[in-house]
């Protein structure tokens, strides 16, 4: 199972909105609902932040929002926030019970 | 509130078994339907998920792993234990242990800290 192809940065404005791509393909991405979006801030541990494609966690702002079209998945953040910023990562669940992750996105607030 | 704690060395020799603890507090770790994972973070790098183990003992491993990896579990100690065989520098990482929603293998809401773990003669 190879990693989940995500851009290498994204960048933005305070409230604009961003959105961060998440590209696997038809055995991970686009067989599955079960893709989930991480924040990590530098050297904290990661915060889920959606799961299922587009259900946010008690507590996650709803300026975060997913969605998924074919073996690619999208986070949406709208408002953006110099909060905000970020790593991203979206992982995929995988047949045979894998979770496989993307490599990460950096999210800058201009 | 559940919290998770690893616990372990931070430095190991290459070749040798790396060995890590994630301690349960809050809940139990033999609560039902809750998968309990490992994942680590090399340097300046991505996540990897490693394995995970559910309530019944069932465990499930990366298969690029999965011949070095085991995870098991002691609900005495309200613990579950990542074993990982003939490290090599490859494996110097940061590794977290994390807990999902019930019955949800693939999502991590609840994570440990993290340990630094480090592969050196």
């Known amino acids: 199972q190879s990693a989940l192809t995500q851009p290498a940065s994204v960048s933005g404005s305070p409230g604009q909105s961003i959105t961060i791509s998440c590209t696997g393909t038809?055995?991970?991405?686009?067989?599955?609902?079960?893709v989930s979006w991480y924040q990590q801030h530098p050297g904290k541990a990661p915060k889920l932040m959606i799961y299922?494609?587009?259900n946010r966690p008690s507590g996650v702002s709803d300026r975060f929002s997913g969605s998924k079209s074919g073996n690619t998945a999208s986070l949406t953040i709208s408002g953006l926030q110099s909060e905000d910023e970020a790593d991203y990562y979206c992982?995929?669940?995988?047949?045979?019970?894998?979770?496989?992750f993307g490599g990460g996105t950096k999210l800058t607030v201009l | 509130q559940v919290q998770l704690q690893e616990s372990g060395p931070g430095l190991v020799k290459p070749s040798q078994t790396l060995s890590l603890a994630c301690t349960v507090s809050?809940?139990?770790?033999?609560?039902?339907?809750?998968?309990w994972s490992w994942i680590r973070q090399h340097p300046g790098k991505g996540l990897e998920w490693i394995g995970c183990?559910?309530?019944?003992?069932?465990?499930y491993y990366n298969p690029s792993l999965k011949s070095r990896v085991t995870i098991s579990a002691d609900t005495s100690k309200n613990q579950f234990s990542l074993k990982l065989s003939s490290v090599t520098a490859a494996d110097t990482a940061v590794y977290y242990c994390?807990?999902?929603?019930?019955?949800?293998?693939?999502?991590?809401?609840?994570w440990g800290q993290g340990t630094v773990v480090t592969v050196s003669s």
């Open positions: 038809s055995s991970d991405v686009g067989d599955y609902n079960y």
């Open positions: 299922e494609v587009s």
């Open positions: 994390a807990r999902g929603p019930p019955l949800v293998f693939d999502a991590f809401n609840i």
């Open positions: 183990i559910y309530y019944s003992g069932s465990t």
């Open positions: 809050g809940d139990s770790s033999s609560s039902g339907g809750y998968y």
């Open positions: 992982s995929s669940y995988t047949s045979s019970y894998i979770v496989i």
